[in-house]
């Protein structure tokens, strides 16, 4: 079963634990300078937002159907069984077309490095195959984010909106987006404050299928297209064998 | 040997002193230390001007290839090989600026291992390496009659047909490819310039800038080689870049109209003066010009026309990869001097090359009349003699 992860900023205090544990697993180093940075980037894949009373985590959203994966043009990116969007270091030739096609703005690059890496939130592949949560999971104190079972987060999120309709944004955010991601979030103040895309803009078309309309084409282009080509080619040379044949018999044979 | 200092080899010696100094700043301190790319620009001038500027400049030898060998459009000949050089040149440089582009350049093969068949950029990569040595082919003549290797120039003769068709073919698919490359960002790309016709477009703007670079480079080459230049086919190549033009104006009106953003585009704002800008450039400056029959039959009139032409679509392309990401990205985007020199240099390279290959190998010698260069073909007995074709 797909794994996901449910993050419900009215249960959010602030506490950057998620920012911690993420930094110490993924083995980068976090101290109150990174901590007091409020934005992602290669060394800081999480980051919890704070705007007057309000939080907000930002992260891989880990799309159904991601971008980044269906864009490389190496295949460095997929998305696994168990819900997490991947990255292999190996293949990546660094053109940075993940960065620009992904919605939400998440792979960051080491711009700084000599051999770089395109750098995100992989969902801890090696701890949810080990049947645990992920580490920023893990870490919250109050359980505002949430690792579990993909299907049982959205159902649950969508009761606590139903319980609680007062406290919330009537919407999960990453049910719909872009064709649905592995990462809901739950907010009393719109999503868009935090600087996430509201699905007025990004839509609920999974990205990929902007592309695929084109690129499914292009199998049967090909051949037709060298067909017509080829056509064209014969039908403007032809005209000259007529002559040269029309002169032929007009010469009585001699060329 | 006698070397003379002139204005032109002092300002490439500068060109290449400061794009080393960057090359260096590139691969030993960095992408971020050369460019100004960062996480909301991650596509700076490299991907912009090198990469979809610079292919789209280099689309005369598709579009000129097509019209004499495949529509049989005898008028053209005496144009094939210096545009040949320029489109094989200019895939050369562009995969030269790659390899500045590229985080991990020394993998650049690895697309043809890990393949990823869903990836534009793959086809486009795929494409453009095997349209590149199509090109090496279309190219290879001239150095096998340089050194009068007889048997392999033969054959090479013989398989033209395929490679000019191959190459169209391949053409056909990158070019309008570049466009598709920013489908997948609905939400990112300004209005303006996204649209699901984007791929037309870009296919439209490549054979529009192939005619005008063609028309650009003959005169240009002309007048600085001091040899004949046949007034009857930049006249043609004029008319055919009215049409081109028209036609992609058109294709752009059509777009805005349909999804609704006339109105938005009348309104002053930072992306409109650079729509307006491109505008004028691509389509309102040259069609005036050429609607003008004095001006399609002079060669300057038809240099400016092409010239604005050019720098109108590469307007439209800096746009589609820069301009249209500034609102999201929140900042403005500028490149930094060493990224521009990184530019600068590759393209002096490219004047330098060219150059070199007009010097040394048969480009232009084998001017209208001296022999069939490419195709072999026979002399037909039932058409008009032509001026341009007086005996092989």
Known sequence: ?255 | MKFKVTFWRVLFVIIMILGAYSAYVRYFRGLGAVSNMNDQFPWGLWIGFDCLCGIMLAAGGFCISGAVYLFNVERLHCIIRPVILTAFLGYCLFIVGLLFDLGRPWFIWHQLIYMNPHSVMFEVGMCVMTYTTVLFFEFLPNVLEKFHLTWPLKIVKAVMPILIVAGILLSTLHQSSLGSLYLIMPSKLHPFWYSPALPFFFFGSAIAVGLAMTIFESVQSAKALGHHLELSVLVELGGALLIALCVNALLRFEDFYHRGILGQIFKPSYEAYFLWLELLLAFVIPITMLSFKKVRLSPKGLYFASLSAILGFVTNRLNVSITGFETWAGHHFVPKWTELMITVSIIAMGFFVFAMAVKYLPIFEHGPGVSEPVVERKPLRGELPKPSHVAT
């Open chain 1, 1 to 255: 079963m797909s794994k996901g992860i449910l993050y419900d900023a009215t249960l959010c205090i602030g506490c950057k634990m998620c920012e911690k544990a993420c930094a110490e697993h993924n083995g980068l180093a976090y101290d109150d300078s990174v901590a007091a940075e409020s934005k992602q980037s290669e060394h800081k894949f999480t980051v919890v937002l704070t705007e007057n009373d309000k939080f907000m985590r930002r992260l891989c959203m880990h799309c159904e159907k991601p971008a980044c994966a269906s864009v490389c043009p190496v295949g460095a990116f997929h998305k696994t069984a168990l819900g997490p969007v991947v990255y292999d270091v190996w293949k990546c030739i660094g053109c940075r077309y993940c960065m620009v096609a992904c919605a939400f703005a998440q792979p960051k690059y080491e711009w700084g490095s000599l051999n770089p890496r395109v750098r995100k939130c992989i969902m801890c592949p090696d701890l949810i195959k080990r049947g645990e949560a992920t580490a920023c999971a893990a870490a919250c104190p109050t359980g505002a984010t949430k690792f579990g079972e993909r299907d049982q987060l959205l159902q649950e999120a969508e009761d606590r909106i139903a319980q609680n309709p007062g406290n919330y944004v009537p919407h999960v955010y990453g049910k719909e987006e872009v064709g649905g991601t592995s990462v809901f979030l739950l907010s009393s103040v719109p999503f868009e404050q935090f600087g996430y895309p509201s699905i007025d803009k990004i839509g609920d078309k999974a990205l990929p299928e902007y592309t695929g309309v084109i690129m499914e084409k292009v199998p049967d282009f090909i051949p037709l297209w060298a067909l017509v080509l080829g056509g064209i080619y014969w039908l403007a040379h032809r005209k000259e064998e007529v002559a040269e044949a029309e002169s032929m018999e007009k010469h009585g044979g001699v060329a």
